[in-house]
């Protein structure tokens, strides 16, 4: 065996490496330095300046006592929003200042209850938003930790994955295309690895890697044997030695000059605040026409100056933007206990508008539990289980080239392997076959590794032997069978011929037929290790992996289909087993179309008759995310490889998985699946669709209430009456009416049947015309009510003047209270609902009972309030008003859903 490759006989993609100390467990102590940087080192001093070893890596026990020395492998990339900014927050608001000025003219005229009452409504509010905002905001910081990075590292000899934030300098990661560097790194092996550093340089073209020393006075962009923390692997793999981590890191340093960008706002809140804003100026308008009217009409100055004051406070939906984060936050929450987390808030908003979800097979519609159970070799099919013999030479040879050509490892017990779930099924069938992949490379050390690559679909790796080099191959039939020249018969290898080929590709067809997955094997023998692997091969044969659907996705996919939803399988895997699985899972007909790769284009404008897209290549999924976009669709799109982060950020909803998926496809994508499982999604779709119920429902409620309390003030300014409610009288009831019932409504659970009804237009606006509609029929209902209320109380029952106020202020607030039942979507029934089913609405409804009932039997509060305790007519009269706008509207929906089923008859 030639000397060079001696030391790097035992590692996994090796090119070099230098001499490592006799014992692999090092001992603690202080790690080595030197003038010279990492990255100027020879490769063979790296692991001595960082005492640790190749191929067993760190122990356990060195590694705690580094971690306890040098702190976890962290950067905060956010600063922690602090409870003092929060609630200096809530007063940079019109409300507050508002409010400010109620409180500073009763200060002038000299009305001390009423100024300490406004102070006392000011803290309220100012409570309430920052208990909300602080809430939420911790929410989302908690949402953080969910996504936590991991990597693979060797420690006491084995591969592990662990969590990125445990890595110490020392450790040996193992990396491969699709990875996000989790810490800085001196390469000790690679193969084909290249990284896009743009995020760390800003240089756009990828850089290739290798483990030659540059100069120590080498700039960052050019120091080719390095990886850096938060970079991308975009091809190839390698390993290399952690040499700093944390703040430590080239981007921590980075970090630390950077001011931290603000969190940002999606859509929907944007247009919240914008309609707060817009509120405010018309609101402020009409308060000063209303205030000029009172005045011209003979009322007095500082009562028409507070009452206007009041009546913008109270019109101003300030609960808006505060209900809606609060709203965002719990419903991220939720996708997350269900295994669907966001990465960016805007991807909820647009959740609940999906029309198309393009989803890819493999762990996502399937378990991702493969299992080798067939091999069709020359001689013939040979049906294989893991406990199973281990056959004759021709499957010996087939199982170890799949067992050397592979990235996986399996360890000792079950479940403590690490990497592809394919490549674990065949190194599974190979220990059945007596072939392990430690002892095969002990005999035929590996050389060199030709990573996976999308444009050739193959894998290579070279071993040394007896007789040269071999070169094990194996990737997707067609590829492997194109880079053949022979086939081994058992006794020889003869020539490839078209009716070998022909005969082959039958072969594959029957197997993806009976579901199947199918990867081809191949070897060959040759002098040199640089020979370009994917040419003259000997074909060995098929290998048939079981991966079974995944529980559950038949009912998801239907319930797709009855939300109008289109669900199409986008995968890499042959046409015939993509239309297998379609056919299990419900996404296609026995016989439905299936499209395969290099055809995509011409599928523009057919799409709607196509369930099936296999053998796509990722500029493919990339070209069909577009497609389906400029027809209107709102594009869900699934994806693991870094290849598919091109088509996750074009789609609408990037869906990355979280188990398998690489970091370059979370990066990209709106949201990760922690379960990388199909209904998942459709559990998410359902949580974005009552999300945007729940804040419309809200919204619709807090402006129904406020404008209600603006046409009571306005009528009797206009009418020339005495005002009905005081201007405190109006506070006290925009801090409880508006506050507390939004609040119950925002947590609502939707209805059973929100997944049988079309998306939405992702155009629609919170409140449309139908909306508006609604909320001044209901404020109109409301206002009259009141104002019968207003005129029985002091024309029949000739109350006086407090106990008419009273009247007033007490119908018109419960009519508000049970303006919540009106709240029910439209077909409901009108006792069982999203509504009443909803408890925080009827906890709501008692706690603000008390809030309105307690003061006018409490002396004090009763007296700054200008309130009196009801007597039995007067109760008779504010509930039997109140409750008159809820028959009113109840009973409209009612006729209006008799005339619909009588038009659809």
């Known amino acids: 065996m030639p000397r060079a490759l001696t030391a790097c006989a035992m590692l996994e993609p090796g090119l070099r490496a230098g001499p490592e100390s006799p014992d692999p467990h090092v001992e603690s102590g202080p790690l080595e330095s030197g003038p010279e940087p990492a990255y100027a080192l020879p490769v063979e001093d790296v692991p001595r300046r960082h005492r640790t070893s190749l191929q067993a890596g760190l122990t356990g026990a060195e590694a705690r006592h580094r971690l306890a020395r040098v702190g976890p492998n962290v950067i905060a990339t956010k600063e922690r929003a602090s409870a003092l900014a929060l609630l200096l927050h809530q007063f940079a608001s019109p409300v507050v200042y508002l409010l400010a000025a109620a409180c500073a003219l009763s200060l002038y005229f000299g009305d001390w209850h009423e100024a300490t009452a406004v102070i006392a409504v000011l803290a309220v509010n100012t409570g309430l938003g920052f208990f909300t905002e602080l809430r939420a905001a911790r929410s989302v910081e908690g949402l953080r930790a969910l996504g936590t990075r991991s990597a693979r590292v060797r420690r006491d000899g084995h591969v592990r994955v662990l969590a990125a934030e445990d890595l110490v300098p020392g450790d040996i990661v193992l990396i491969e295309g699709g990875d996000a560097v989790p810490a800085d790194l001196r390469l000790v092996e690679t193969s084909n690895l290249g990284a896009d550093e743009s995020t760390l340089t800003g240089e756009s073209v990828p850089v290739e890697k290798s483990v030659d020393p540059v100069a120590a006075n080498t700039r960052l962009a050019e120091r080719s044997s390095m990886l850096f923390r938060g970079t991308l692997v975009i091809r190839g793999s390698g390993t290399g030695v952690v040499v700093a981590t944390g703040s430590g890191t080239e981007l921590g340093g980075v970090s630390r000059l950077v001011e931290q960008a603000a969190p940002d706002a999606s859509p929907l809140e944007r247009r919240l605040e914008r309609l707060s804003g817009q509120m405010v100026w018309v609101v402020l308008a009409v308060a000063v026409v209303l205030a000029g009217f ?72 399937t378990e991702n539990r493969m299992t080798v159970r067939q091999l069709s070799l020359p001689s013939g099919e040979t049906d294989l289980t893991e406990s199973g013999s281990g056959g004759g030479p021709e499957i010996a040879r087939l199982l170890r080239v799949a067992v050397l050509c592979n990235d996986a ?136 992996l079981e991966d079974p659907a995944r529980e559950g996705v038949p009912e998801a996919v239907a319930a797709c289909r009855d939300a109008g939803i289109r669900v199409v399988m986008v995968t890499g895997d042959h046409a015939v087993t993509a239309r297998s699985i379609a056919h299990a899972v419900g ?290 009269l504010i509930l039997s008003a109140s409750l008159m706008p809820l028959l009113l509207v109840q009973l409209g929906a009612m006729f209006a859903g008799m005339r619909k089923r009588d038009g659809q008859a």
């Open 294 to 365: 009172g005045v011209a009409s003979g009322k007095d100055l500082r009562l028409m100056t507070e009452a206007s004051i009041a009546l913008a406070v109270a019109a101003i939906p300030e609960g808006l933007p505060i209900v809606a984060t609060l709203t965002l936050a719990r419903g991220m929450w939720r996708m997350a206990r269900r295994n669907a987390l966001i990465e960016r808030l805007s991807a909820v908003e647009t959740l609940g508008a999906t029309t198309v979800i393009l989803t890819d097979k493999t762990g996502t519609l």
């Open 409 to 544: 490892s399996l360890g000792q017990g079950a479940g403590q392997g690490s990497g592809d779930p394919m490549e674990q099924a065949l190194l599974r069938a190979g220990r059945t076959a007596g072939l392990e992949r430690a002892s095969l490379l002990r005999d035929q050390p590996l050389v060199r590794k030709h990573a996976f690559d999308a444009g050739t679909r193959m894998m290579a790796t070279v071993h040394a032997s007896g007789r040269g080099y071999l070169m094990a191959v194996k990737g997707a039939p067609e590829a492997v069978l194109a880079a053949s020249r022979h086939v081994d018969d058992g006794e020889r290898d003869r020539p490839l011929d078209e009716v070998d080929r022909d005969f082959w590709r039958r072969r594959v067809e029957d197997l993806g037929a009976k579901g199947l997955r199918v990867i081809a094997c191949a070897g060959r023998i040759v002098d040199d290790a640089g020979t370009h692997p994917f040419e003259d091969l000997t074909f060995l044969g098929l290998v048939g």
């Open 587 to 876: 996404i296609a007909g026995r016989d439905g179309q299936v499209m395969e790769g290099g055809t995509v284009s011409e599928a523009a404008d057919g799409l709607h008759g196509i369930a099936v897209f296999a053998r796509v290549s990722p500029a493919e999924k990339l070209s069909l995310v577009r497609a389906y976009q400029e027809k209107g669709e709102i594009v869900a799109m699934t994806g693991d490889g870094v290849n598919d982060a091109p088509a996750l950020k074009q789609a609408d909803i990037g869906v990355a998985m979280g188990r398998r998926g690489t970091d370059v496809a979370r990066e990209a994508a709106a949201m990760v699946l922690l379960d990388d499982a199909f209904p998942t999604i459709v559990g998410a779709i359902r949580e974005g669709r009552v999300i945007f119920d729940n804040i419309r429902r809200f919204a619709a409620y807090l402006l129904a209430c406020n404008l209600s309390e603006v046409m009571v003030i306005g009528l009797a300014v206009l009418s020339a009456l005495p005002l009905p409610i005081l201007p405190l009288q109006i506070l006290y009831l925009n801090v409880v009416t508006d506050v507390f019932p939004a609040f119950a409504l925002a947590m609502g659970e939707g209805r059973d049947d929100i997944l049988k009804r079309p998306p939405r237009d992702p155009k629609e606006p919170i409140l449309g015309r139908p909306q508006w509609v609604r909320i001044a029929l209901h404020a109109a209902v409301m206002t009259a009510a009141t104002f019968a209320a207003l005129v029985v109380a002091e024309f029949w029952l000739a109350l006086d003047r407090a106990s008419v106020v009273t009247v007033t202020f007490l119908t018109l607030a419960f009519a508000q209270l049970w303006q919540v039942f009106n709240m029910r979507a439209s077909g409901s029934q009108a006792f069982r609902n999203e509504v009443t089913r909803n408890p925080w609405v009827w906890a709501a409804l008692l706690l603000c009972t008390v809030l309105l009932v307690g003061p006018a039997y409490a002396p004090s509060l009763g007296t700054v309030l200008g309130l009196v305790p009801p007597d039995l007519g007067m109760w008779v």
